[in-house]
T-cell receptor
Framework: EAQVTQNPRYLITVTGKKLTVTCSQN?????MSWYRQDPGLGLRQIYY???????DKGDVPEGYKVSRKEKRNFPLILESPSPNQTSLYFC?????????????FGQGTRLTVV | DQQVKQNSPSLSVQEGRISILNCDYT??????FLWYKKYPAEGPTFLIS?????DKNEDGRFTVFLNKSAKHLSLHIVPSQPGDSAVYFC?????????????FGKGTKLSVIP
């Protein structure tokens, strides 16, 4: 089954404790992205990657890091989480650039930083 | 500054009637538009898209209309069904980027009343 898998689904952590949210896709997609969803703000893009070793900032990259060492994986790293990073995070992948593709989303990771 | 606006946070419609969800955008560089549906505790799922070279795209009960001069698009669902109850996000992508670089609206919660 074609899917984007995120882990963990739920995470409670303390301020300053480094964490990684993993994302893996099995569709051989070139493009992957991370978004965060906050009440009243919709989804905002954090980082995206156009291919292995190629990443770029989205609209809200502060406090986050990403890496793309393999095509299928795109982990999101919070080096020193803060309470304002409490949010619902989504990973997405898409096949290629252009007007005839859609992004596939994972089921989300709900992160709480206390 | 919000580049994609969904001005109605919620909408209630009777089963069998038409649901019309609206979206406005301000960035003239957007040329690809998508609608996503999101159920609680799930990731967004792709519904329908339209490129700027078209003014209408239809898929079963779902039709998206694009008015470029007004920078406005709308999603029509006919007939509405209780299973359509979800949050609908409008998303836009800049020229050539496709679906890996999406700017989302805040969403409209649709409730279809049996």
């Amino acid at each position: 089954e074609a899917q984007v898998t995120q882990n963990p689904r739920y995470l409670i952590t303390v301020t300053g404790k480094k964490l990684t949210v993993t994302c893996s896709q099995n569709m051989n997609h070139e493009y992957m992205s991370w978004y965060r969803q906050d009440p009243g703000l919709g989804l905002r893009q954090i980082y995206y990657s156009m291919n292995v070793e190629v990443t770029d900032k989205g609209d809200v990259p502060e406090g986050y890091k990403v890496s793309r060492k393999e095509k299928r994986n795109f982990p999101l790293i919070l080096e020193s989480p803060s309470p304002n990073q409490t949010s619902l995070y989504f990973c997405a992948s898409s096949l290629r650039r252009g007007r005839d593709t859609e992004a596939f989303f994972g089921q989300g990771t709900r992160l709480t930083v206390v | 500054d919000q580049q994609v606006k969904q001005n109605s946070p919620s909408l209630s419609v009777q089963e069998g009637r038409i649901s019309i969800l609206n979206c406005d955008y301000t960035n003239s560089m957007f040329d690809y538009f998508l609608w996503y549906k999101k159920y609680p505790a799930e990731g967004p799922t792709f519904l329908i898209s339209i490129s700027s070279i078209k003014d209408k795209n239809e898929d079963g009960r779902f039709t998206v209309f694009l008015n470029k001069s007004a920078k406005h698009l709308s999603l029509h669902i006919v007939p509405s069904q209780p299973g359509d109850s979800a949050v609908y996000f409008c998303a836009a992508s800049p020229l050539g980027a496709g679906s890996y670089q999406l700017t989302f609206g805040k969403g409209t919660k649709l409730s279809v009343i049996p």
